[in-house]
DNA sequence: CGTACTTTGTTTAGTAGCGGCACAAACTCA
DNA sequence: TGAGTTTGTGCCGCTACTAAACAAAGTACG
């Protein structure tokens, strides 16, 4: 009966630090109920429905109570978790050889609109942007649904920090063009609320990848892939992209696949470049390319056409061997436990997938003792995907100061 | 005067989960003075002071409360911080072509005895192994110091999870060999506290040299080395080792350098193995070497007594020009911040520091702008202290479990 | 040589964010 | 229907911190 005060306690006193991690699992799918949440985050059942209420009321996730059919088990069924499909969009684009793309991703990697890629060939990385910023505005306006920021897949190594593009080469716009600036400011401009993030495609491909695809629960993930010309590479380790000390690492262009191959601009020969593209693969195949599509779609037409046509199997076999030798090379050095293939690479890793592994296998010095496993992309639109995967981050680091908003 | 207890406290109830950081930065160097400590942890002074007295009481650090002369600054000076030169040891071994070597290592990597190395070619790993932890426990009896674990640097790449030997080419010693399990049997039969750790000599020389050599503050350091036959790599990202899924990471000696080159083991040709090895600086140099000492030994006699030789010139311009197209493909895929070189490397970076570094610059894409720092490495027995930093790491990362002890 | 200022260490009080526990709730199984 | 199992919730208290006031130990300057 002494005047002690009671301490005043807010509403949520337990999870706070604990939202960003509790998200991370309902946003990768990895927390599907909240007995799996309390077991995941390893704290007690207290706090992990602390932490769940809260994200409900921020509008992120859904609590089902409602569990209906639980399933086989024993006990008390456990309320379902999932990300809220009214909740908040990431504003999401890609430039690209063809043209552009937005779209709007909400928590879980899903795709909630998409504005058809429009063909704008322009030299001018202020239009190009302006464009797709534009078309993305549109598509919010039309849901209606909170921003809560915007990423861009650039088809480019970006340089950090300035986030300049430092071989836009198919997109004829001047090398080092500060695209994350220019698309930075579109975004300020068009009103689109939360902070604006830029990336390079492949890299934000195996980010989405590996929250959303063919990449969950690797620990150290490759990614290669090619488009148009040239390869890109990509490396997650420990759920965080691996961009080097000033953004361009993974440029696995210039490893050496064939002494003897044909020369490369960076002076040397035989590049995994110019050797795996879909340039190198219709040439090896005897085919001219036209100017009508993109030249993956030309090689793509071609695979599913005449897969036994006798030039596109020398074709298939020559470029698997180039890129099983390059594969091999990067296993050789960063020892991951999943390979990803995207583009063109996946379509070769479809025709003959043996081939492909018994090559990396061979040719990596421990690749023999079991061999990585080597996966085509899963996702469609993964560059999107990672791109709102970026724009994401904040939320998905600290909820609460991201939305801005006091626990309720 | 009611009987409300005031809530009994312990002694330490400040900065436990500090306590570990605190201590990395006392044994990195980082934190010279409190005052530093409390701005890096990102604490308030209560809670530095607290750790600090707490990492005194452990008997692990100083704390000098008699600064003398505080150097120019105003306000009170602070209180220095150091490692307690008494403190407790980690038993570090190292196994090489040549024979072995035993040290004791206190916290800030200072090597505090060592047995002289002796040569012991065995076929047998056990007694290798037997006879440095013997040599070891020898110099630990004799400090009568306390031991936090014992960490074994070995000359192969040693597979995760298992602690096999993969390929201990030049130890004779069977390939797959259970070197970790050998080695924390030995340590355990010598009576020896503490857990026990093995790997491979170039990842341990580059966590010595990351924490306290040339890599210090370096966020992505990327550490090459060849000291008998082939050549080791090693990655040190964010303060961790990288060792790849299955610890056989940076496995970079085939990566091809001299497409005419000659004909290595693994099938291929030019390897960077076969050409930038003391074996191949021999050869190239016109020279066949003698079995009386290391390869490497050979080397650097060759090069220090007759450096202006014209045989030995040419071997350092192709050795600079191999090594540096090797380095130059490693930039490209893993973009780091600084390059540190070790053994015949090392050697050959100070023959011609400005050569090796415009290779790299020239054939690494980015390179051109600024260039990656290329360093040579500056601790001895690098390996050896690395070795040690394995045994340390569970007392960094949370001495009071470590060591078993109540907070006093 | 004393006063003002700067910086660092210490003491005390308070509190955020958890864990632990007891109990309630919601299912399965026999 | 009751026992067993698993999950959600309210309450209490602890632990490791922060905040703030104060004390200590120096420099700068008249």
Request: neutral net charge.
């Given at each position: 009966m002494n005047g002690k005060a009671t301490t005043t306690r807010t509403?949520?006193?337990?999870?706070r630090n604990a939202l960003g991690p509790a998200l991370e699992l309902v946003h990768t799918g990895r927390a599907p109920t909240r007995a799996v949440l309390t077991a995941e985050l390893g704290v007690t059942r207290a706090t992990a429905g602390a932490v769940a209420a809260e994200l409900e009321a921020l509008g992120l996730i859904r609590v089902d109570s409602n569990p209906g059919a639980a399933a086989g088990s024993q006990g008390r069924p456990s309320h379902r978790l999932a990300v809220d499909e009214k909740g908040p969009v990431a504003l999401a684009a890609q430039v690209h050889a063809d043209g552009f793309r937005a779209a709007l991703v909400g928590l879980g990697g899903t795709i909630v609109a998409t504005a058809p890629g429009c063909v704008t060939v322009s030299a001018d990385p202020a239009q190009v942007l302006g464009a797709v910023v534009d078309a993305g505005a549109a598509l919010l306006e039309e849901s209606g649904r909170r921003c809560v920021g915007a990423g861009l897949a650039a088809p480019s190594a970006v340089a950090e920090p300035?986030?300049?593009?430092?071989?836009?080469l198919h997109l004829?716009?001047?090398?080092?063009?500060?695209v994350r600036e220019i698309f930075a400011e579109r975004v300020r401009a068009a009103g689109i609320e939360g902070p604006a993030f830029t990336g390079n495609d492949v890299n934000l491909a195996a980010l989405a990848e590996h929250r959303?695809?063919?990449?969950?629960?690797?620990r150290d993930l490759l990614c290669v892939a090619t488009g148009h010309r040239g390869v890109g590479g990509a490396l997650v380790l420990d759920g965080r992209l691996h961009t080097g000390s000033s953004g361009?690492?993974?440029?696995?262009?210039?490893?050496?696949?064939?002494?003897?191959?044909r020369p490369c601009h960076c002076g040397s020969r035989g590049c995994l470049d110019v050797e795996t593209d879909p340039l190198a693969f219709l040439t090896a195949a005897g085919r001219v390319p036209g100017p009508e599509v993109s030249l993956l779609q030309q090689s793509r037409d071609l695979l599913r056409t005449s897969p036994d046509d006798p030039g596109v199997r020398v074709a298939v076999g020559e470029l698997i061997d180039r890129l099983g030798l390059g594969l091999a090379g990067l296993v050789n050095i960063l020892n991951p436990d999943r390979i990803i293939l995207g583009g063109l690479h996946r379509e070769l890793l479809d025709a003959d997938p043996e081939r492909l592994r018994a090559v990396v296998a061979d040719r990596?010095?421990?690749?023999?003792?079991g061999g990585v496993p080597i996966l085509p992309c899963t996702l469609d639109h993964n560059s999107l995907v990672g791109a709102a995967e970026l724009a994401w981050q904040p939320v998905l680091d600290d909820p609460l100061a991201a939305l801005g908003r006091e626990p309720v």
């Open positions: 509403r949520l006193d337990r999870g300035e986030g300049t593009a430092l071989n836009p004829a716009w001047p090398a080092g063009a500060p959303h695809g063919a990449g969950r629960g690797a361009l690492a993974l440029e696995v262009g210039h490893l050496t696949v064939n002494p003897e191959g990596s010095l421990w690749g023999r003792s």
